[in-house]
């Protein structure tokens, strides 16, 4: 579920990031842009019900080096009009950062 892989990224910080790791993030990103994802990422719309879903996206956006793959996330996310989501996920509370 996405709870447990933004628990699992939130463990990327504390990893040396090597190449390997960042062409797997690029190619996670490129397949999440085929038609075999078109339900996930109309979840995105679905603000309340995929907050983990979107913290999970928005901290690859964070992982990855910017560049087309990072610039393809972002604007997935921007053309949903997301807000930026703060997940605890040890508490389960959520605010919500809107950024313009």
């Not at 979840?43 to 990855?64: F, G, H, P, T």
Request: negative net charge; hydrophobic residues 40%.
């Amino acid at each position: 579920n996405y709870q447990h892989a933004t628990q699992l990224l939130e463990t990327f910080g504390d990893l040396e990031i090597t190449v390997d790791i960042l062409e797997e993030i690029d190619h996670l990103i490129q397949l999440i842009e085929t038609p075999v994802f078109v339900e996930l990422r109309t979840r995105l719309a679905d603000v309340e019900r995929n907050q983990y879903l979107i913290k999970c996206l928005q901290m690859l956006s964070m992982i990855v080096p910017q560049g087309s793959y990072h610039t393809q996330l972002k604007l997935r996310l921007k053309c949903t009009s997301l807000p930026i989501i703060h997940c605890d996920t040890t508490s389960r509370n959520f605010s919500q950062i809107i950024i313009c």
